[in-house]
């Protein structure tokens, strides 16, 4: 165990490896991972997401090392693995860090459009949307507006960055509605 102490903190007995033929036997992964010294485990991935990966669990440190330096990019049954050494609390960070960053996703949608904000669970709101919807004028008359607004924000005041990301928005939509198949209604006469 004196040897272990000299190693890097990511260094530890449990390897991932990644890129291995969806035919791979775990006795194949025993006979490849086993010269390098004993095994205590293997677990191989069977689900669809986790289907060609691995763990291989070493008896001892400097083995998982060995087997880690000396496999990483070897050619296996037609492909080129990927070993890495395991690291749960980097996995726990990395799923909070993608939680935390659909939330601020989220805020930022809602503060700066509330009508593309899809994971909004406020029922006023989505009640509000609904309402205007259906008492919105059609598409037709909803794309003149948005290109005079767009003329009229096209000089934002001073001292107000929120004008800039607003008018870039509303740029970027009235773009995007010039490519929307357009709704026609008998009903609502431009003039």
Known sequence: ???????????????????????????DLFELFGKFGPIRQVRQGIATNTKGTAFVVYEDVMDAKQACDKLNGFNFQGRYLVVLYHQPEKMARSKEDLEARKENLAQLKQKHDPS??????????????SVTKATSPPIVAKKTVVRSAVATAATPRK???????????????????????????NKVCMT
């Open 1 to 27: 165990m004196s040897r272990a102490g000299k190693l890097a903190p990511e260094v530890n007995r449990a390897l991932f490896v990644k890129n291995l033929s969806y035919n791979v036997t775990p006795e």
């Open 116 to 129: 593309l904000s899809s994971t909004t669970t406020n029922s006023s709101s989505s009640t509000a949307a």
């Open 159 to 185: 001292g107000r960055p929120d004008d800039v990301a607003n008018q870039a928005r509303r740029t970027v939509l009235s773009f995007v509605r010039g490519f929307l198949p357009q709704k026609t209604s």
